[in-house]
């Protein structure tokens, strides 16, 4: 298993939408996720402009099955109504949207 963290920020006058998206995701965007082997996906609201995700990926090949995700129509579909709602951070490198975090320390609890 290995655990990722991720940071956006959020346009701050579409929070409310993107809360009431997240509160109802699709089943299809919920059963892709854990058909591309992640688990506990989580999203938390720092202030009113900055997210956090944390998921852990339980599969074998992170890169083939972002590419399933990334190929499926409801994800896209999924993904075009709620990016327009975000904004990189300025740590972001070109074409990346949610921005990867580096483990700092790998605590054992």
Request: proline share 6%; hydrophobic share 45%.
């Amino acid at each position: 298993m290995v655990r990722y963290a991720q940071v956006i920020h959020i346009r701050p006058e579409r929070l409310a939408v993107y809360r009431q998206l997240h509160m109802a995701v699709w089943p299809a965007v919920l059963a892709k996720i854990r058909e591309c082997n992640m688990c506990n996906y989580t999203i938390f609201l720092q202030g009113d402009h900055t997210l956090w995700a944390y998921f852990e990926y339980v599969g074998d090949d992170f890169e083939a099955d972002m590419a399933k995700m990334a190929a499926d129509p409801m994800t896209q579909e999924w993904w075009a109504i709620c990016s327009p709602m975000q904004k990189p951070v300025a740590e972001a490198v070109p074409g990346e949207n949610w921005h990867n975090l580096k483990k700092l320390v790998p605590i054992q609890a």
